[in-house]
């Protein structure tokens, strides 16, 4: 059984950082692509940063370029997305996801089969 956790989430002030991990366990970690994604009070979920299956390859949101970078340790079998330079707007639920590949990093919300229960992160301005 595939179980996705998030850690890391909580409070703080605009400027600050934040880095959330997500331990994976019932998978073969190394054959799966991993996503985060987020969603807001009213909002749909959307993507913030995906990692190919190496870690060689990583696409970020635009609205988190710059800000944001997504790792992964194959031999813990986590993924963690370090944020930096926080906005308000950062303020949402955000969730850990995998999907079966290797090499093309995924986007799409409904690209990915697993997710986690998701981490609250609070940006105040």
């Known amino acids: 059984q595939v179980q996705l956790v998030e850690s890391g989430g909580g409070l703080v002030q605009a400027g600050g950082s934040l880095r959330l991990s997500c331990a994976a366990s019932?998978?073969?970690?190394?054959?799966?692509?991993m996503g985060w994604f987020r969603q807001a009070p009213g909002k749909e979920r959307g993507f913030v940063a995906g990692?190919?299956?190496?870690?060689?390859?990583?696409a970020y949101a635009d609205s988190v370029k710059g800000r944001f970078t997504l790792f992964r340790d194959n031999a813990k079998n986590t993924v963690d997305l370090q944020m930096s330079s926080l906005k308000p707007e950062d303020t949402a639920v955000y969730y850990c996801a995998a999907d079966r590949g290797l090499w093309i990093v995924k986007t799409g919300r409904d690209e990915f089969d697993y997710w986690g229960q998701g981490t609250q992160v609070t940006v105040s301005s």
């Open positions: 990692i190919n299956w190496s870690g060689g390859s990583t």
């Open positions: 019932g998978l073969a970690f190394s054959n799966y692509v």
